[in-house]
T-cell receptor
Framework: KAGVTQTPRYLIKTRGQQVTLSCSPISGHRSVSWYQQTPGQGLQFLFEYFSETQRNKGNFPGRFSGRQFSNSRSEMNVSTLELGDSALYLC???????????????FGPGTRLLVL | GQQVMQIPQYQHVQEGEDFTTYCNSSTTLSNIQWYKQRPGGHPVFLIQLVKSGEVKKQKRLTFQFGEAKKNSSLHITATQTTDVGTYFCAGRIRGGGSEKLVFGKGTKLTVNP
């Protein structure tokens, strides 16, 4: 099976712009979670999508949003970018059979975003 | 806010020595997961612990979940250079009708051959 794929792998934006990141989960997986990883804050949960619905949400401002399509692919959008949004954005997929079951999550390689 | 504290932040050992990283939560956890991230890589799932007092082993790795389900540890016996990386714990916390996975900040392990 192909793993989780994320595009683009690298991105440079300027403050005030918006960005959309894409994640394709492992075939058959219905749950996609997004995380932000920075040296200072570590890995922080953004949100989780299952069957096109946001199932859980972390403590990020409304500038961070996401969606999931019927084929389970997911996108994450960040509007009005700030310097502090520079980070590695990781998505992880899982079967998503039950919420919070703690199923194995498979991480993608991430999108490294640099905001100038 | 809800936090999962992980210590130590860094650990340097000689090959063959043991290594332990600890996680402590301010809130009772539904379960806890452990991940390993190699330099330049992405987190890779190692294991999940669900039951109070649970202990699981994977070859040289031993994982424990505390009786109160607020702390956990990962112990590596006789480290090897292939063990290099950052080890994260992630606790699942339920509250307010939702739940989320809260990661510790990780322990970066380096092994001197």
């Amino acid at each position: 099976k192909a793993g989780v794929t994320q595009t683009p792998r690298y991105l440079i934006k300027t403050r005030g712009q918006q960005v959309t990141l894409s994640c394709s989960p492992i075939s058959g997986h219905r749950s996609v979670s997004w995380y932000q990883q920075t040296p200072g804050q570590g890995l922080q949960f953004l949100f989780e999508y299952f069957s096109e619905t946001q199932r859980n949400k972390g403590n990020f401002p409304g500038r961070f949003s996401g969606r999931q399509f019927s084929n389970s692919r997911s996108e994450m959008n960040v509007s009005t970018l700030e310097l502090g949004d520079s980070a590695l954005y990781l998505c992880a997929s899982s079967l998503g059979v039950t919420s919070g079951s703690g199923e194995t999550q498979y991480f993608g390689p991430g999108t490294r975003l640099l905001v100038l | 806010g809800q936090q999962v504290m992980q210590i130590p932040q860094y650990q340097h050992v000689q090959e063959g020595e043991d290594f332990t990283t600890y996680c402590n939560s301010s809130t009772t956890l539904s379960n806890i997961q452990w991940y390993k991230q190699r330099p330049g890589g992405h987190p890779v799932f190692l294991i999940q612990l669900v039951k109070s007092g649970e202990v699981k082993k994977q070859k040289r790795l031993t994982f424990q979940f505390g009786e109160a389900k607020k702390n956990s540890s990962l112990h590596i016996t006789a480290t090897q250079t292939t063990d290099v990386g950052t080890y994260f714990c992630a606790g699942r916390i339920r509250g307010g009708g939702s739940e989320k996975l809260v990661f510790g900040k990780g322990t970066k392990l380096t092994v001197n051959p």
